[in-house]
């Protein structure tokens, strides 16, 4: 190994492949690699400058001992900033430390160089690179010593009961309720980002670590070290940006079903809220809206005066939302033109076609600056124009027909090598045309990567089934993607896919995920609701009126107690006005998420780190949501110090569990004093 300093860098040659570490943010390096000429990638994640840090760097030699028991000297090389320090060995290996503890090490069991005593016939290298035949990329393996106790947490949005990851495969892969945003936070004191797109695999095995991207040129990875979690996640975001501050007259109710087919429901169900007394923050108009796929309008049968609408609900103090899609229908207006210019994505094998619901579709390309503004442009001329305040970005996945990425090309590349940044590139169609105007900027999608919170994103955790093992997932899942550095996080409340509103047991349901999302960042109602017995307005095979409608989805839609019930929450939710903003500040200014793990807050207290079915929302309030059916009391562990109940003001000393008792209309909750 050849070792140098550069510029703030220390530089590493070896077998054709360039090591580069250096300082990037305090108590952070950034370690990147490249074979040959290879090394030319975006900054990808990395957007934001890093506050200035001057390394240390060392370049030496070392004793390295030999089969028969002698030494020789080998170099070595290594670089500190603050509390990181990483060291290369003569065979490229890093180990990193914090505070000078040993907390990450590639995994390397090859003979000659090994710097652990275990085997070294396995000729299992620390980073592997497979060059792809006929073509400049590789299929690059990074594998790292897993390390005993370890818990891992982050990572983004996966559809599964666990919050520890360890133990866990993860694709990193977008799909429909599931959001790779490769950053994690460790219980040894490291966050660590894989500042890749490519699609790929993490392992977090028992006896290893291995990060995998199938089509890359450029190994990339950025790691830190805090003192606790909230350090950690103020690093990670300081260097990959952080959300906008969150605008006040949007931290109410959100109102949203499955769907509202004309302008004049829209309009009832807004009067009807203004009747009862309630105030509605935003109201938003789904999917099919529009003549097909791709037009990006609404179709003037069912909406043939939209910006008379959105004149009366803004009178009403209702912002409006409205879903576009990035698929384009044959049919549409636009797949021509698009097409001709390229600006769909291109499959690799057998016909044009990337996506396949209600329409032989192919999906716009937002890597190409030609497509992004065309899309803008259409959506300004049809709905920006006429006062639409936001932009519902569903499918951003994409949501293909079928995921076989190595089918399809970006103007970027192939797939394989940049798909997990498609949502953060079809929202910037939005944020950066809308960010030039003085409203906040404040979008739905479905899918984001490493650094959308900085793009006025609020990401939904996807069409989920309305069922308790459902509503548990979402919980690890909103906690999850909190620790990957996104705060605004919201769920379809009851879940998305019901069969039946009369069944009790949805209603149950509806009420304890109801009262859960009073307690986090956006509260919004949504779903698909059964039975499906509303006849389509007419009969053709497109246009806003062919496709079905779900039962109503307002609060006052499940009975009286039902009601009752949200309302009360609701009232809640209203009265914590001024504490949710002021974590919105947070959020904004420290990377903080609203929904927090026991852990984020109680970092020295080692139950915390146990425990997985309650969360903080915020520093104050410690929320515990009833999570399976027919359950009316549950335990609780309160940290040490002491709690007030929530709902009868009874103060317990914490340092313990306690049994709570849950009706249907009691969240467990309580305040921190």
């Known amino acids: 190994m050849e070792f140098t300093a550069v510029s703030n ?85 890093i180990s990193f430390f914090r505070d000078g503890s040993l907390i990450l090490r590639e995994y390397y069991r090859m003979y000659g160089g090994t710097i652990v005593p275990r085997s070294s016939c396995l000729k299992i290298i620390n980073r592997e690179w497979k060059g792809l035949a006929g073509a400049g990329d590789y299929r690059l393996t ?28 993860v694709e ?80 109410g109710l959100w109102q949203c079903k499955l769907r509202y087919r004309t302008q004049e429901e829209v309009l009832e169900v807004a009067r009807a809220y203004e009747r009862e007394g309630i105030k509605i923050d935003q109201i938003v108009i789904d999917f099919f809206h529009w003549t097909v796929q791709g037009d990006w309008k609404f179709d003037k049968t069912y909406w043939p005066d939209p910006k008379a609408m959105v004149d009366e609900l803004h009178r009403m103090g209702i912002r409006v939302i409205v879903s576009v899609w990035p698929s384009v229908d044959r049919r549409s207006e636009n797949f021509g033109p698009m097409m001709e210019r390229g600006l769909l994505i291109r499959t690799e094998r057998g016909a044009a076609q990337t996506y396949d619901y209600q329409g032989d579709c192919v999906e716009i390309d937002p890597f190409n600056p030609e497509t992004r503004s065309y899309v803008w ?77 900085k793009y006025g994103n609020v990401l939904w955790s996807g069409d989920v089934r309305s069922t308790f093992e459902s509503f548990q997932e979402q919980l690890q899942a909103g906690l999850n993607i909190g620790l990957a550095g996104i705060p605004w996080w919201t769920t379809d409340i009851g879940g998305f896919m019901t069969e039946d509103v009369n069944d009790p047991d949805f209603r149950q349901l509806l009420i304890r995920w109801y009262e859960f999302a009073v307690f986090s960042a956006v509260l919004r109602m949504h779903g698909d609701r059964g039975p499906f017995t509303i006849p389509p307005l007419d009969e053709r095979d497109w246009g806003g009126g062919y496709l079905h409608t779900g039962q109503p989805n307002e609060l006052w839609s499940y009975g009286e107690e039902n009601y009752r019930i949200m309302r009360k929450y609701y009232d809640i939710r209203i009265s914590l006005h001024d504490y949710i903003r002021d974590l919105y500040r947070e959020a ?86």
């Open 142 to 169: 990074v594998k790292f010593d897993a390390n005993e106790g370890e818990k891992i947490y982050g990572m983004g949005q996966y559809q599964q009961p666990y919050l520890d990851l360890k133990g866990n495969a």
């Open 172 to 251: 990193l892969a977008q799909r429909n309720s599931q959001v790779s945003v490769p950053f994690l936070v460790s219980s040894l004191g490291y966050g660590f980002l894989w500042n890749n797109p490519a699609v790929g695999q993490a392992l977090f095995a028992k006896n290893y670590t291995e990060w995998t991207a199938l089509s890359t040129r450029q190994m990339d990875y950025w790691i830190t070290a805090g003192e606790n979690p909230k350090e950690i996640l103020k690093n990670y975001t300081g260097v990959t940006g952080r959300a906008p501050m969150f605008p006040e007259d949007r931290m």
């Open 588 to 673: 904004h200014e420290n990377g903080s998420p609203l929904i927090r793990t026991m852990f984020y807050e109680f970092p020295e207290d080692a139950k915390c780190w146990e425990t997985e079915d309650q969360y903080m929302f915020g520093g104050e309030y410690l929320v515990a949501p009833i999570l399976h059916l027919n359950e009316f009391e549950r335990d609780v562990y309160l940290p040490a110090g002491q709690w007030e109940n929530f709902h009868t003001g009874e103060t317990t000393e914490g340092g313990r569990t306690v049994r709570v008792k849950a009706p249907l209309e009691i969240i467990p909750v309580f305040r921190k004093k």
């Open 9 to 93: 860098a220390l530089i590493a040659r070896r077998a054709g492949e360039t090591l580069v570490i250096e300082p990037w943010g305090k108590n952070s390096l950034r370690v990147r690699a490249w074979m040959y000429e290879g090394g030319n990638a975006p900054d990808w994640a990395l957007t934001e400058e890093p506050e200035a840090a001057q390394a240390r760097i060392a370049v030496g030699e070392t004793d390295f001992r030999n089969g028969d028991g002698s030494f020789t000297r080998v170099p070595c090389a290594e670089i500190e900033n603050g509390r990181i320090r990483a060291t290369v060995n003569h065979a490229g290996v």
């Open 377 to 453: 442009e259409a959506c300004k001329r049809n709905y920006a124009d006429l006062g639409i305040d936001a932009f519902w970005l569903d499918n951003s996945e994409p949501d293909y027909g079928v995921y076989d990425f190595d089918n399809y090309r970006y103007s970027a590349g192939p797939a394989l090598s940049c798909s997990n940044m498609y949502p953060q590139m079809y929202s910037r169609i939005f944020y950066d045309e809308m960010s030039k105007g003085d409203a906040p900027v404040v979008n739905l999608l479905r899918c984001g990567w490493a650094g959308s919170q």
